[in-house]
């Protein structure tokens, strides 16, 4: 039998972009540091993931300020909401197809 993998997105292979995306599937949005401390990860190794999920349009970015001090936020996109959910039900598929082997 041979089990398709296509439809698993690459952009989610790594575990802190999932971790990331899975925070913002289920909160309006989260500040860095609270995502940070929540995937337990170094401020540039956060900042490079996000990055990198910001440039295929999966998280969006909202920057104000608290008082004086800047604040910034991430919320998942539309697009990205459906990327990681087309991800999720492949990730399902794939272990529902890999238990018939």
């Given at each position: 039998m041979n089990i398709s993998i296509n439809k698993l997105h690459k952009a989610f292979e790594s575990?802190?972009?999932?971790?990331?995306?899975s925070a913002l599937?289920?909160?309006?949005?989260?500040?860095?540091n609270s995502l940070k401390d929540y995937l337990e990860v170094t401020d540039g190794n956060l900042a490079s993931?996000?990055?990198a999920l910001e440039k295929e349009e999966f998280i969006g970015v909202e920057?104000?300020?608290i008082g004086k001090k800047p604040n910034t936020r991430y919320f998942i996109t539309n697009l990205?909401?459906?990327?990681?959910?087309?991800?999720l039900e492949a990730l399902e598929n794939y272990i529902k197809s890999?238990?018939?082997i």
């Open positions: 575990r802190i972009r999932l971790g990331i995306m599937a289920v909160n309006d949005s989260l500040d860095f993931h996000i990055k920057k104000s300020f990205g909401k459906r990327a990681f959910n087309e991800h890999s238990r018939s």
